[in-house]
């Protein structure tokens, strides 16, 4: 059973930086596309960023410069870090794990966790 539980969110002021983390069993995180998504209220969930098998991310255009997603193989987790937070940044902030059991592709996701940016 594939379980990804996230960590690391909280209230913070704007400027400031939180490291989020997201904790996988079941899966080998290194061998799956990992990514951070986020929804706001009243607004769809949007991806983030992410980090394929091979290294390659992609960041959404809102975090590029500020946001850095990255393995922690050690701990077969994701981190996101997140420097300088926006007042925009706040959301539930979600992982996802893709990943493929024989040729069959499978997709993940944990609880969320609330990032709250404030003035």
């Known amino acids: 059973q594939v379980q990804l539980v996230e960590s690391g969110g909280g209230l913070v002021q704007a400027g400031g930086s939180l490291r989020l983390s997201c904790a996988a069993s079941?899966?080998?995180?290194?061998?799956?596309?990992m990514g951070w998504y986020r929804q706001a209220p009243g607004k769809q969930r949007s991806l983030v960023a992410s980090?394929?098998?091979?290294?390659?991310?992609n960041y959404a255009d809102s975090v590029k410069g500020r946001f850095t997603i990255s393995r922690d193989n050690a701990k077969n987790a994701v981190n996101l870090q997140m420097n300088s937070l926006k007042l925009e940044d706040t959301a539930v902030y979600y992982c996802r794990a893709e990943y493929t059991i024989g040729i069959i592709p499978f997709n993940s996701w944990g609880q969320g966790t609330q990032v709250t940016v404030s003035s």
């Open positions: 079941g899966i080998m995180s290194t061998s799956s596309t």
């Open positions: 980090i394929t098998s091979s290294g390659s991310t």
